[in-house]
T-cell receptor
Framework: QQPVQSPQAVILREGEDAVINCSSS?????VHWYRQKHGEAPVFLMI?????EQKGHEKISASFNEKKQQSSLYLTASQLSYSGTYFCGTGLQGAQKLVFGQGTRLTINP | NAGVTQTPKFRVLKTGQSMTLLCAQD?????MYWYRQDPGMGLRLIHY???????AKGEVPDGYNVSRLKKQNFLLGLESAAPSQTSVYFCASTPPSSYEQYFGPGTRLTVT
């Protein structure tokens, strides 16, 4: 079953923070985050595994709440380059076969 | 390394025609995937392969067939194209020691 992402779209000014949520009704083994710019292929951001630690680098980080089967992606002090559509992909029995959410479109304005 | 490449980039088919999409990777990856992407639907897995000679069904396999005769290539076939198969098709691959999926540039297919 497809995970649900929220919000569907968000518009920010450069320097503001954003949180994108991903929720599943099934017990998850892994949550993956990808970013896709218009007309391009998705690009891997990070993965969170069951029992693993919160991931992140610089201003983009993510958490995984195993009890709620939810993951959140945090973008702090957003930059223009952060614009794009963010997808979460959830793995049930392993981390290779994923079911992706419908995406969250993030627009960063100057 | 060219990474993951897809052929062709664009294609227009008439209903009932057949075609094959080619995905090639030069990174010696074990896992390969075919997705379709439709507006508002995200990426949906069609078929995938965990190694040469093996394939498995994903979420939306109906109307598609695949083959992985060589480790570096993963072919997606449409035997009788339908307008509902109009979409952007992405191929991806993953090395066995990693979970990161490397995506190809996509193929935009229109079925009229």
């Amino acid at each position: 079953q497809q995970p649900v992402q929220s919000p569907q779209a968000v518009i920010l000014r450069e320097g503001e923070d954003a949180v994108i949520n991903c929720s599943s009704s099934k017990a998850l083994y892994s949550v993956h985050w990808y970013r896709q710019k218009h007309g391009e292929a998705p690009v891997f951001l990070m993965i969170l595994l069951k029992g693993g630690e919160q991931k992140g680098h610089e201003k983009i980080s993510a958490s995984f709440n195993e009890k709620k089967q939810q993951s959140s992606l945090y973008l702090t002090a957003s930059q223009l380059s952060y614009s794009g559509t963010y997808f979460c992909g959830t793995g049930l029995q392993g981390a290779q076969k994923l079911v992706f959410g419908q995406g969250t479109r993030l627009t960063i304005n100057p | 390394n060219a990474g993951v490449t897809q052929t062709p980039k664009f294609r227009v088919l008439k209903t009932g025609q057949s075609m094959t999409l080619l995905c090639a990777q030069d990174m010696n990856h074990e896992y390969m995937y075919w997705y379709r992407q439709d507006p508002g639907m995200g990426l949906r897995l069609i078929h995938y392969s965990v190694g040469e000679g093996t394939t498995a069904k994903g979420e939306v396999p109906d109307g598609y067939n695949v083959s992985r005769l060589k480790k570096q290539n993963f072919l997606l076939g449409l035997e009788s194209a339908a307008p509902s198969q109009t979409s952007v098709y992405f191929c991806a691959s993953t090395p066995p020691s990693s979970y990161e999926q490397y995506f190809g540039p996509g193929t935009r297919l229109t079925v009229t």
